[in-house]
């Protein structure tokens, strides 16, 4: 031995060198685990953002852990406001309960630490009984750390760190995974709120988007910020498009509402016609920041069919009126008519008979009919006269209308499509009433097609049905009907054709037995040459 090293060896200097560099290395060491684990936690909280899920947290802090300790399986069980749950668990194959699984107030790991707060270890080897001991080996973890998760003061749940061999714990790593068990508790209350928030904003755009009528979220300078469905096939805006010129065009009256509300900064109403429809048009102002004006919102509702209803119940109004004049006039001229018939006809048939005077009785006694006639389309109208209703078909009905009328319709060479459909549901109604009218129609077609001369003349007839209702269809390719007289055709009386061809109370009358039925009879002209009655009448179990 050399007399340095013996100096060395007797003076004690070798060991106290020896010491010193396995302190420092063990310093070192530690230094690198408190690195590891402010890296650790830096990284929880950097890492976690709104579109992390809790479960993409977990597996990225199982990976830095995994590091530092030798954890292979992290978990979190949550209060669900009931329940204390196993919710995440990572990896997600190292599951042994399954998710959801509520942990019992008694005999369970996981609920103790959730009630009292502390944390709790678990090594193998453990005498006591609990519900997770049975998962704990079957998954072969030997230490499992469990630690509350407390966020503004509140447990909300319990966080488990699992190994598959022990590893020891000193207060600085109960300090660190208390915080880190802090700090996860931090994200899921973050990430439960951002859901919230989510699910809140969701909602309301899916609110927003299924309201059948448009809204439209305008800016001040008329720039359309958004819009629901139904607002796009209503406005046939591009997005972003100024909307004045719109809603000026469409404003029925000299106010713009949306303008209104712009200058006034209160909510404005107008009614609106843009492409042949009504709107009940609303605007609402929509203030942000200092109570300036952000945007308006525009609820415009289509008033079409009501429109259209308010008419037609003016329409209906106005027939119960004439409906009732005619009843009195009707039952007034009756008896005096039918002694004028009657006496006319005792006098024709006389043997001995003034040849000059016959053509004159023979005048009065076809007057006299024409005018019974009248005065029983009158009746009819007013709907004096009962009758029996039944379980009856529109296409029985149909078949007895053609049996009057098919051969004055192909003595005009006009092309007849029947189209009646095959099981046809029963109505309740009157089979005479009903034929009536598809009389009413096909004669009516029929005299619309007398001037056509430069096509094909065409009727069809068809019977449908749906759910609710049966249809008649009496389709024509005369000249159609012309839009100024489109409200008037079912007024009593009103006639296009010559005196001597119509009363003027074919349809006035078809239009109240189809109401009698409870039904509708409507007329559509689509030019050039098309136009369409269609007669609807509820289906028999509708009706009872």
């Known amino acids: 031995m050399k007399k340095q090293e013996m100096i060395e060896l007797l003076t004690g200097v070798r060991s106290s060198k020896q010491n010193y560099y396995t302190e420092l290395k063990t310093t070192v060491e530690e230094l690198k685990k408190r690195n590891s684990q402010l890296e650790l936690m830096n990284e929880v909280m950097r890492s976690f953002n709104m579109n992390m899920s809790v479960q993409e947290m977990l597996e990225k802090t199982l990976k830095r852990l995994g590091d530092i300790y030798p954890i292979k399986r992290v978990s979190l069980a949550l209060f669900d406001g009931k329940e204390l749950r196993l ?5 997600e194959e190292a599951l042994y309960l399954k998710k959801g699984t509520p942990f019992p107030h008694k005999n369970s790991l996981y609920y103790e630490v959730f009630a009292t707060g502390q944390e709790r270890i678990y090594q193998k080897g453990d005498t006591c009984e609990f519900l997770e001991k049975e998962a704990f080996q079957q998954l072969s973890l030997q230490s499992v750390f469990l630690f509350p998760l407390t966020s503004r003061g509140k447990i909300i749940g319990v966080l488990s760190l699992g190994g598959c061999s022990p590893f020891s714990y000193d207060a600085n790593d109960q300090a660190f995974l208390l915080h880190l068990a802090g700090q996860i508790a931090v994200c899921v209350e973050n990430a439960r709120l951002y859901e919230e928030v989510f699910a809140g904003k969701q909602q309301w ?16 300078n008329g720039t359309v910020l958004s819009k629901n469905d139904a607002a796009v096939s209503a406005w046939p805006l591009e997005d972003f498009e100024d909307i004045r010129p719109f809603i000026q065009e469409a404003s029925r009256s000299a106010n713009n ?10 909510p404005h109403y107008a009614e609106l016609r843009f492409q042949n429809k009504f709107y009940d048009c609303s605007c609402y102002p929509l203030f942000g920041e200092e109570a300036a004006l952000h945007a308006v919102i525009l609820y415009s509702k ?4 009501k429109r259209q209803m308010e008419a037609q119940l003016l329409h209906s109004g106005q027939l119960a009126a004439i409906g009732e004049m005619a009843a009195g006039v009707a039952h007034e001229l009756n008896n005096p008519l039918t002694a004028i018939i009657g006496n006319t006809q005792l006098l024709l048939r006389r043997n001995k ?9 023979d005048d009065i006694d076809l007057c006299g009919k024409r005018c019974r006639t009248i005065i029983r389309s009158l009746l009819a109208f007013s709907r004096q006269e009962e009758f029996a209703f039944k379980p009856c078909s529109l296409n029985q009905a149909v078949t007895e209308a053609l049996s009057l009328t098919r051969r004055q319709i192909e003595k005009q060479n006009i092309q007849l499509d029947i189209r009646l459909a095959d099981s046809l549901p029963l109505i309740n109604g009157n089979l005479q009433q009903l034929s009536q009218i598809a009389v009413n129609l096909l004669i009516n077609a029929k005299d619309a097609l007398e001037e056509v ?25 005369g000249s159609g009907i012309d839009a100024a007289i489109a409200n008037e055709i079912f007024h ?26 409870g039904g509708r009879l409507f007329a559509e002209s689509i030019q050039p040459h098309r136009t369409i009655f269609t007669l609807s009448i509820p289906l028999l179990n509708e009706r009872l």
């Open 205 to 220: 755009e899916e609110t927003f988007r299924a309201v059948s009528d448009a809204i439209l979220i305008i800016s001040p």
């Open 453 to 477: 001369t430069d096509r094909k003349r065409k009727l069809i007839i068809e019977t449908a049905a749906d759910q609710q209702s049966a249809f008649l269809k009496v389709i024509d390719n």
């Open 353 to 361: 008979i003034n040849e000059q005077i016959k053509p004159l009785l």
């Open 257 to 266: 509402p949306f303008e209104e509300t712009v200058k006034s900064h209160k």
């Open 87 to 91: 919710s995440y668990v990572s990896p």
């Open 302 to 305: 289509d008033v079409t069919e």
């Open 492 to 517: 009593p009386f009103f006639t296009t054709k010559a005196a001597s061809s119509g009363t003027g109370l074919g349809l006035p009358v078809s239009f109240g037995i189809a109401k009698s039925h």
